[in-house]
């Protein structure tokens, strides 16, 4: 793979989709004005929740904010990145425009989950980034080397989960033309990530690990701020992630063999 | 000699189409037990392309025409059968087979639909690995040809249909490939359009010797451009070879309008033995056989007061119409 014309690909989809977005200004101000309003409401529900004996699944308030904050800074990567693409790949498989993807001389899964920004997620990822900052004062948690890594490792592995995910569901659109549903379902899924995973029933806890690994996605990152986390933990999530991406990139390919292309 | 650029041996291609009676019952039951079958759709088929030649594929709505394009290009996998494609097995999509082809679809746009045309031009470049010297030298050339580098600056959505399809014609040869795939790229243009879309391919086709595979539903498209056609009936190719061997066999005469000096002389020439297809008072419209239309003319202009004379080439939709239903040609 030639990685300087990569960047300079990429170079031109970060152009070509801020251009794209600047002109309709309105329409960006409203994507900003709802970023910190869900915010906002996002915090006023947890501390309801938290209002009559200040712990949830053996979490205070100010432990969960730093899932509220790994959850809005993942939230802001799927409004950047994963939504205006991923959501499109229904749309150039179901219109035919998937044509001209596939005869570039360029990773075809590259160009359809980066082709797009919508820079009003920026906005989403630095109020978790923020967020986070502030949990790490209120929590007195120690920044250390190890803490940044561990803490980088994690949402890493989160960003990749979520990703694989959603591509997954979206490249199963070659068969089923058709999987809107599908991908709103798994956003209500990362919606529950906001909450501690030992805030929910164990059978719900099952599920969430095995079969939607939302505990990876928030749970284990979020431990690794708190210091606790297990390192058999973070080794689990690294493994996960990796089996997840390898699977979705061998996925697509494999689909991509039973394109039809839309009739014209 | 020139060489084969595109070989095709016994090609077939399946798709599994599902189908559904009408009705709610139907629906429930296509939802439930949804029933599909195999369709073969191209049906073991071979032909050769040579290096800079314009082939027209001709045929009905669902012939196959699009199919067997989408194969060459690489977009859709064979059933059965091989292709090469320079060299190449095209859905393996290689990317130095990738870097010299290029698919134009008259009903798809891949330009970005708020920017300008530029904007999409500059990413096929980086796509292409074109640095952006070459790039700017591609897209002035390439925009004069095609008369649109006052258009370059507009946003797309805010272009005719005409300066769009030139946009996407630009945008898909800016890595200047040497086999075109054109499916129905005139389509919906006006006549103007149209025309200058076709000089545009000739003049292309002369200075690159690109090899140019094009399917339409426009006669003209196939007639100004093709010298060879394949005519695509049913999945199976039923006729491969000249165009105009073709049209001779399958429109054997001509009409002649012949004005006569008198009507007496039109009355005359009406009994003379000629197979009259119209008369209007000194008017008179008579068909000739190809192979007879000097020996006739000269007969009739020594024997007859003739005041003028027009020749006509029966319409060319009607004749290549013929094409579209029948399935097979020896000619």
Known sequence: MNLRKYLKVYKKFLHTSLASELEYKTNMLVDLITAILSLIGSIFLLSIFFQNNGYIGGWKFEQALIIQGIYTILNGITNTWFN???????????????????????????????????????????????????????????????????????????????YSLWFFISTTTIWFVKTWNAIEVLRSFLYIGRFPLNSFSFSLRIIFSIFIPLAFITTIPSEVFLGLSQSWKILLEVIVASVFLITSRKFWLFALKFYSSASS | MVQNIIDVRNLSKSFDISSKEPGLKGTIKHFFRRQTK???????????????????????????????????????????????????????????????????MGQKQQLIW??????????????????????????????????????????????????????????????????????????????????????????????????????????????????????????????????????????????????????????????????????????ITIKIKNNSITSSLKTILNNFDIEDLFINEPPIDEVIGKILTKKEYDI
């Open chain 1, 84 to 162: 205006p693409n991923l959501t499109e790949i229904v749309k150039h498989i179901r219109e035919g425009t998937l044509d001209f993807v596939l005869l570039k001389p360029i990773d075809s899964q590259f160009f359809i989950s980066l082709k797009k920004i919508n820079p009003s997620g920026f906005l989403e990822i630095m109020l978790g980034f923020f967020l986070l900052f502030f949990c790490i004062r209120i929590n007195q948690i120690n920044l250390s080397l190890s803490f940044l890594t561990l803490s980088l490792i994690t949402i890493s592995c989160s960003i990749c989960i979520l």
């Open chain 2, 38 to 104: 195999s369709l073969k759709v191209i049906k073991d088929i071979s032909f050769e392309i040579k290096e800079g030649e314009i082939v027209g594929f001709l045929g009905a709505n669902g012939a196959g025409k699009t199919t067997i394009l989408k194969m060459l290009c690489g977009l859709i996998y064979p059933s059965e059968g091989s292709i090469l494609v320079s060299g190449y097995l095209p859905f393996r999509r290689k990317e130095n087979f990738l870097k010299n082809i290029t698919l134009i």
């Open chain 2, 114 to 283: 708020d920017l300008p045309p530029i904007e999409s031009f500059y990413l096929n470049a980086s796509i292409y690995d074109l640095d952006k010297f070459e790039a700017k030298k591609r897209i002035k050339k390439l925009s004069e040809m095609l008369e649109i580098d006052k258009e370059l600056f507009i946003p797309v959505r805010k272009l005719s249909l005409g300066q769009r399809m030139k946009s996407e014609l630009l945008a898909a040869l800016i890595h200047e490939p040497n086999i075109l795939f054109l499916d129905e790229p005139t389509l919906g243009l006006d006549i103007n359009a149209q025309r200058n879309l076709r000089k545009f391919l000739q003049k292309y086709n002369n200075e690159t010797n690109a090899t140019i595979c094009l399917t339409s539903h426009y006669m003209k498209d196939i007639t100004s451009l093709c010298k060879r056609v394949i005519c695509v009936h049913e999945g199976e190719i039923s006729y491969d070879g000249k165009l105009d061997l073709l049209l001779k066999k399958l429109s054997p005469v001509k009409e002649i309008l012949i004005v006569c000096r008198s009507e007496e002389d039109a009355n005359k020439l009406e009994n003379s033995g000629f197979t009259v297809e119209n008369k209007i008072k000194n008017e």
